[in-house]
């Protein structure tokens, strides 16, 4: 039997980057602890923030929502809500968004659905048809953008302070490969704090610090209901490929992923010094917000003959 580092239980995961092994209650509170502590480090909410989870009905996502209705408990004046966005991706999202409601009524928070269909008149399936025949996109590059604005303007007008998404510290590690990939040098040193506009609700991510293997074995371990199966267009996205690339890393240099991260948090933080704000002007289309005349969505959209003024 292999006993847990912190307790006399026995050990049921071992965490190769700390050199500890954890029984299942001290892998729960520590999990928890890091939500915590991610929270506090980057003063991500006050105490009396609207605060908007974005629920896809994944394990990430409803997982946070628990971690962060246990936390939220301690703030009376705080506000927590979900919101799920519907792409429309037939045989896939259908399930996802009965989970997300589910997980809502359990934990008896206002959940508000939304979709691509009502927003931009098209889902995914619809969008994906056409971008096939004339673009070489990826469905996973358009699905984002056209995501973000959604959940951004929802939140928005629902007063949400607080933006959060569940996007662990793999899909962080993943995000600042690609930008480095596709040489995409404004994005990689562009943080919140360079955004000047009023009009974008604050995004936070309390998951930065908990690698996407320990959030699944966390929802797990609580016996959370999450949607085990995957989106059948992710097949086609990079970020595949990177995310192999960077677990291969990790297995052969363990505790990559957290040295990736924490070195570029320490060359964001200096450049950020240097980095010349971004002033959003309004689109000259839908009237968000953007640093070109067009948004990315208007301009996705619109390329694709499928722009419905939304
Ligand atoms: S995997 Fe890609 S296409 Fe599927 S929901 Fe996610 S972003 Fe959209
Ligand atoms: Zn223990
Ligand atoms: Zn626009």
Request: positive net charge.
């Given at each position: 039997?292999?006993?847990?580092?912190?307790?006399?239980?026995?050990?049921?995961?071992?965490?190769?980057?700390?050199?500890?092994?954890?029984?299942?209650?001290?892998?729960?509170?520590?999990?928890?602890?890091?939500?915590?502590?991610?929270?506090?480090?980057?003063?991500?909410?006050?105490?009396?923030?609207?605060?908007?989870?974005?629920?896809?009905?994944?394990?990430?996502?409803?997982?946070?929502?628990?971690?962060?209705?246990?936390?939220?408990?301690?703030?009376?004046?705080?506000?927590?809500?979900?919101?799920?966005?519907?792409?429309?991706?037939?045989?896939?999202?259908?399930?996802?968004?009965?989970?997300?409601?589910?997980?809502?009524?359990?934990?008896?928070?206002?959940?508000?659905?939304?979709?691509?269909?009502?927003?931009?008149?098209?889902?995914?399936?619809?969008?994906?048809?056409?971008?096939?025949?004339?673009?070489?996109?990826?469905?996973?590059?358009?699905?984002?953008?056209?995501r973000r604005k959604i959940l951004n303007v929802t939140a928005r007008n629902a007063g949400v302070d607080k933006l959060v998404t569940a996007h662990t510290l793999?899909?962080?590690?993943?995000?600042?490969?690609?930008?480095?990939?596709?040489?995409?040098?404004?994005?990689?040193?562009?943080?919140?704090?360079?955004?000047?506009?009023?009009?974008?609700?604050?995004?936070?991510?309390?998951f930065c610090g908990v690698p996407e293997k320990e959030v699944a074995f966390y929802a797990f371990l609580k016996n959370i209901r999450f949607q085990v199966a995957?989106?059948?267009?992710?097949?086609?996205?990079?970020?595949?490929?990177?995310?192999?690339?960077?677990?291969?890393?990790?297995?052969?240099?363990?505790?990559?992923?957290?040295?990736?991260?924490?070195?570029?948090?320490?060359?964001?933080?200096?450049?950020?010094?240097?980095?010349?704000?971004?002033?959003?002007?309004?689109?000259?289309?839908?009237?968000?917000?953007?640093?070109?005349?067009?948004?990315?969505?208007?301009?996705?959209?619109?390329?694709?003959?499928?722009?419905?003024?939304?």
């Amino acid at each position: 039997m292999i006993k847990c580092s912190t307790c006399d239980d026995v050990a049921v995961f071992f965490q190769r980057y700390s050199g500890k092994k954890l029984c299942g209650q001290c892998f729960v509170k520590s999990t928890e602890e890091r939500v915590q502590k991610a929270v506090s480090k980057y003063n991500m909410f006050t105490p009396s923030d609207t605060i908007a989870v974005a629920l896809s009905g994944g394990k990430d996502s409803v997982s946070l929502l628990h971690i962060l209705h246990k936390i939220e408990a301690r703030f009376p004046k705080s506000k927590l809500l979900a919101i799920t966005v519907d792409e429309g991706i037939a045989g896939y999202r259908d399930e996802a968004v009965d989970i997300a409601s589910d997980t809502c009524k359990i934990l008896n928070l206002r959940h508000m659905i939304t979709s691509f269909k009502e927003f931009y008149g098209y889902g995914m399936d619809e969008i994906v048809e056409v971008a096939e025949k004339k673009h070489g996109l990826t469905a996973c590059t358009y699905c984002g953008v056209l995501r973000r604005k959604i959940l951004n303007v929802t939140a928005r007008n629902a007063g949400v302070d607080k933006l959060v998404t569940a996007h662990t510290l793999d899909d962080e590690i993943q995000t600042i490969f690609l930008n480095v990939l596709r040489g995409d040098v404004a994005r990689i040193f562009r943080t919140e704090s360079t955004f000047l506009c009023k009009k974008f609700v604050k995004r936070v991510k309390p998951f930065c610090g908990v690698p996407e293997k320990e959030v699944a074995f966390y929802a797990f371990l609580k016996n959370i209901r999450f949607q085990v199966a995957a989106c059948p267009y992710a097949r086609s996205s990079s970020r595949n490929e990177v995310r192999t690339f960077i677990n291969r890393l990790e297995i052969m240099h363990s505790g990559t992923k957290f040295t990736v991260y924490k070195s570029f948090q320490r060359i964001q933080s200096s450049i950020e010094k240097f980095t010349e704000k971004v002033d959003f002007q309004e689109c000259d289309i839908c009237s968000e917000p953007t640093a070109r005349e067009t948004c990315k969505a208007c301009q996705i959209l619109m390329e694709l003959n499928l722009l419905n003024n939304n």
